[in-house]
């Protein structure tokens, strides 16, 4: 058995076992057996070369996505997964469309659902049509906090760059009823990405980037839990945002 998918992968980019290697700081003979011998790398060696080819982690090692059974410690944990990485963007997105009251995002910037899933938007839009309330809060570029954030995470003015992006991404929702984008410039500890009683939280890292931190699923069943905890943390930090207008 062998891995096509990565040896078409590096062949696109003239990769070979050595330049990929060197790249991702392992033995050559390594890459070589994860192409012919379709061996699975650790997670985050499997995060840097998957990087370094411009490819999804899970196309060229699909065994890598799993979700750990979350054990008894609260009834609103449903899962737990080691990172972002692990969870398929389907899953963001058929939380979202599920949704019919409220759906809430607070991040810094998130490209990776616009870039996986091209009709969010319209995803979002068609939800709040059918009257889900949508709140969207992303990271001010100019804040000192999200400036941090970069410095911390060793991304330089890149997270700069992706809640530029973002806005981008979103600003054509703008004016749209029952939709608001709003621009925050806190210290977050988490993203969250809420739909009705169900909610995802990415937790934030020192020097990790958010695709390879933890990431919680609860399920709302009761107040004063876990998730009324995360609830608040959004509310506090909506409150505080600056709401963006259209051009």
Not at 91 to 109: P, T
Request: hydrophobic share 45%.
């Amino acid at each position: 058995m062998s891995n096509e998918r990565l040896r078409a992968a590096m062949a696109a980019g003239g990769w070979t076992y050595a330049t990929l290697a060197d790249k991702v700081e392992v033995d050559p003979k390594s890459v070589e057996r994860w192409v012919n011998l379709a061996r699975t790398p650790r997670r985050t060696t499997a995060l840097r070369a998957a990087e370094t080819l411009g490819e999804d982690v899970h196309a060229l090692w699909p065994a890598l996505r799993q979700a750990r059974a979350a054990r008894a410690v609260s009834p609103e944990l449903v899962a737990l997964y080691e990172q972002r990485a692990d969870i398929p963007v389907s899953a963001f997105v058929d939380m979202l469309k599920q949704a019919s009251e409220r759906i809430d995002v607070l991040v810094y910037a998130a490209v990776f659902l616009h870039e996986a899933y091209p009709r969010l938007n319209d995803l979002l839009a068609e939800r709040a049509a059918k009257g889900c309330a949508v709140r969207i809060a992303i990271g001010d570029a100019g804040s000192i906090n999200v400036q941090q954030r970069g410095q911390e995470e060793r991304f330089g003015h890149g997270i700069e760059s992706r809640c530029r992006l973002a806005l981008m991404h979103y600003r054509s929702l703008i004016g749209t009823p029952g939709v608001e984008v709003r621009t925050h410039g806190t210290t977050l500890y988490n993203s969250i990405y809420r739909a009705d009683d169900q909610a995802l939280i990415n937790a934030h890292v020192w020097g990790v980037n958010a695709f390879a931190a933890p990431v919680w699923h609860l399920r709302r069943s009761g107040e004063g839990g876990m998730f009324d905890t995360y609830v608040a943390s959004f509310e506090a930090v909506w409150e505080t945002a600056t709401p963006v207008r259209g051009e």
